[in-house]
């Protein structure tokens, strides 16, 4: 679980789209996310995804945390993703939770 999780976190910090690829292709099932990524590598740009804890893992479900830091270290936003991992050891799916931003409020 620990080797899934720090390379679908390291996915999301790939800038080229090749490597992203090859990194989802690793850790995902063939209906993964590399769009996804792609996209919100572009809507925060110079910002890094960092695993914040885990991965805690029951089965074939692994809990972890992440939280989007800038280029200075700040955290400008973090959550929590569930995954269900396949027989071949990828990421089924995954649902994640916004935990919030700095400075939101409770809810936000």
Known sequence: MTTITDTYIAAWNEADPQRRRALVAETWTADGIAEMIGAAQGQFP??????????????????????????????????TDFATVAEDGRFRAVTGFLEGFPGAGPGT
């Open 46 to 79: 110079g910002h890094r995804f960092e695993l914040a804890f885990g991965p805690d893992a029951h089965h074939d479900v692994v809990r972890f945390a992440w939280r989007l830091v800038d280029g200075d270290g700040g955290a400008v936003a973090a959550g």
